[in-house]
């Protein structure tokens, strides 16, 4: 079929409404969208209108019933880039705040472009790095890199297995908050032994 309107002419747009455009494209309606998924036309619309957002699993089907990528349906490469997206797992929660305990959550994965297959993902919760990445955002770590270097951003774990991110600086030694929110304070470095789990490379924000 003819398409009305190319995918990667909508980067912007929110899921749902990239999962619209790429229906429409194809004149593909909620109805018959629902039946090659087993679903129902409330289900779309729902998807469409961001009422509900659909898990990894969902949004892979989708893709293969629209016939695109769910990298470029997600809006995170386009056909041309789409060989740089891999798919990384998310092996768990980081406290963007004080120390906090990591909470693993290993089914989970991201498409993050340009990514390793060493590398992982970890969820964001907190605001202590929001100016960088915020709640409910994704940081893509290589533990590779755990050289410390002034400015870049790390995941480190403390001697009680509790984790936090945040931003490397010298002249002394700390990790920074880079934080719309005032409490936060600076974490001086040497007052306990930490772990370095490695550095961000790229930050994915929800859908």
Known sequence: MDRKKPLADTPKLPF??????ARNAFDISQAELAERLGTTKATISKIENSAIQP???????LAK?????????????DAA????????PVIGMIAAGNWREAIQ???EHIAV???????FA?????????????DGSYVTIDPTMPALVDGGLYAVQNGEGEATIKRFRRGPDRLEPESSNPAHQTIKLGN????IIGRATSVTRQL
């Open 113 to 119: 472009a340009s990514a390793k297959p060493h590398m």
């Open 122 to 134: 970890l969820r964001i919760y907190g605001d202590s790095i929001d100016k960088v990445a915020p």
């Open 105 to 107: 959550t290993p089914e």
């Open 16 to 21: 749902g409404m990239r999962v619209r455009a």
């Open 192 to 195: 306990e032994p930490i772990t």
């Open 81 to 88: 880039t789409l060989s740089n997206v891999t798919l990384v």
């Open 65 to 77: 019933a629209l016939h695109t990528d769910v990298a470029v349906l997600a809006g995170i490469a």
């Open 55 to 61: 898990s990894l699993e969902w949004a892979e089907r």
